[in-house]
């Protein structure tokens, strides 16, 4: 069956007449987040669930959520009104690397102002400002999106029910290092070209290799044993008779830059991964403290048995630091062998944990 279709969408364009403040210190105007509503606003507006995507999702969460978004499911669009906004700094009609810099009527390119998590939350606050949402069910995200719930938490603590956090806490070391070789991977493409790359020529090779890096972050070893194994290459190519040939896992990962090519920017690729790179607490335990100190929200924080980018031991960590601040927090854990894409790719492992944490 095809994803349901929103009920509602449209662009949303603010910041006018004064200039959105970005954490940075820039400021950008006019800013423009492109949203979908799946269901029907109640008279009270007090429906409401907020979707937030990771880092090539889009607004239209039913299209990368499809098993959970729908009539019966957890995210039930008769039941709830969601809403999902395609974060600032993406590349599917919110404003961007590739959006037009009203200074010089160019694109934006390498002259985009670093963003934080915050930003985009905050940014997702001036929507529901406009659409004259006060508080929200609850916010729910992987990935990215989990930080983006987790910001939620904290910065806007009286606007949310429950923080549902899937797959998400501030990055380990091994983390950073993965995320910097994507970043390098780019950026050493030459047709990056500072980030001043035409539409017609963007750094696709970079590109490419950065998503293939960024795929092994997403899968567990176990998986990609069970698939690939030692296999030479299913298109024919023997690695064992040539420097150009490949192992079935080569392939595999070459293929998902390559049709990852079509759909994402090079420039949004690294605004957002560095957007999550830098989105902590705190520098200090007593900082992060002292902003988790803020949170009001009921929390449920679930971690993915197999995930190595975010391991589940370390949102348990978070969870433990919560309760030790009289949060209401709760940890589940998805049992998956799909690595951190298990927040994608075992939906109906997931539908279990998320009913009660939506509903109860």
């Keep these: 069956m095809p994803p349901l279709e929103p009920t509602h969408e449209a662009d949303f364009t603010f910041a006018t007449e004064q200039p959105f403040r970005l954490d940075g210190g820039a400021e950008l ?9 799946y ?3 109640a008279p009270a507006r007090d429906n409401v669930i ?3 995507h990771a880092l090539s999702g889009s607004a239209r969460a039913a299209d990368w959520w499809p098993d959970l978004i729908g009539p019966g499911l957890p995210l039930d669009p008769q039941r709830s009104c969601l809403v999902c906004s395609n974060v600032l700094g993406s590349c599917y009609g919110s404003t961007g690397p590739a959006s ?3 200074r010089t ?5 390498g002259d985009f102002p670093l963003l934080t ?7 997702q606050a001036h929507l529901l400002d406009h659409l004259g949402i006060e508080r929200v069910r609850a916010v729910v995200g992987g990935s990215i999106g989990g930080l983006q719930a987790l910001a939620w938490a904290t910065l806007f603590p009286e606007r949310l029910e429950r923080c549902i956090a899937i797959g998400a806490a501030p990055l380990s070391a091994m983390g950073l290092a993965l995320s910097h070789l994507q970043q390098q991977a780019i950026q050493l493409d030459p047709a990056w070209r500072g980030g001043y790359y035409s539409p017609d020529e963007p750094p696709l090779a970079g590109l490419s290799l950065a998503r293939g890096i960024a795929t092994c972050s997403y899968k ?9 194994g030692r296999r030479p290459n299913r298109a024919g190519d023997d690695p064992r008779r040539s420097l150009q040939g490949r192992f079935d896992v080569g392939g595999y990962l070459d293929h998902q830059g390559a049709i990852f090519l079509r759909r994402f920017d090079a420039n949004s690729y690294l605004y957002l991964s560095r957007a999550m790179d830098t989105f902590e607490f705190g520098a200090t335990l007593e900082e992060e403290a002292r902003l988790l100190a803020r949170i009001r929200a009921g929390v449920i924080l679930i971690g993915i048995s197999s995930d190595w980018l975010f391991p589940p031991e370390d949102i348990r960590a978070l969870a433990e630091r919560m309760r030790t601040l009289g949060i209401s927090v709760r940890y589940e854990e998805l049992d998956s062998s799909h690595g951190h894409d298990g927040f994608l790719a075992d939906l109906p492992q997931l539908s279990p944990l998320l ?3 939506l509903h109860e």
């Excluded at 105007?29 to 509503?37: C, D, Q, W």
């Excluded at 009527?105 to 390119?109: D, E, F, L, R, S």
């Excluded at 567990?220 to 690939?228: D, T, V």
């Design 29 to 37: 105007s006019p800013v423009t987040l492109r949203y979908a509503l």
């Design 100 to 102: 037009i810099d009203p």
């Design 39 to 41: 269901g029907t606003l």
């Design 220 to 228: 567990s070893a176990e998986l990609l044993q069970e698939r690939f």
């Design 355 to 357: 009913n009660p944490a």
């Design 105 to 109: 009527g160019k694109p934006y390119g």
């Design 117 to 123: 998590i915050q930003d985009m939350v905050r940014a």
């Design 50 to 52: 907020l979707i937030c």
